[in-house]
């Protein structure tokens, strides 16, 4: 059966190069569950996918070495690729969650405490950047 393309299905194969229709990476099954439990985002889907990928790749990931030649095969990076790209497709769908971290904002005061929620003072900015100096050792990057 040819690729639909025009389907959420379809496309998130063709972003995971899963076209082998003789010999597909994942089922229908397995990716439509991915793109089930993304709420039919693709690129998370795809995400998710390539850490399956990198999870499968992990357990072979070893360096051949052909003795007596100068001829080496390291599989070892192959994990660390996938990842790579599982957070490319991350940030195409606007889910990365580091960046989401960095713009989480916390007001936290000297002692470590969140006092976000209790601070109802307007200009608290100088005491955020004093506070940054000081848990910085006294340097305010």
Known sequence: MAIDYTTNLGKLRLLLKDVDEDHPLFSNDELNAFLDINNDDIFMAAA????ALATNAARGAILYRLLGQNIDIDKRKIPEWLYKLA???EARAGMNATAQFVNWHLHIDRDGHDDTDYDDSEDD???YYHDLHYL???EVE
Not at 48 to 51: M, N, S, T, V
């Open 48 to 51: 998710d996918a390539c850490r």
């Open 87 to 89: 957070s490319k497709f």
């Open 136 to 138: 910085n050792g006294g």
């Open 125 to 127: 900015d100088e005491a």
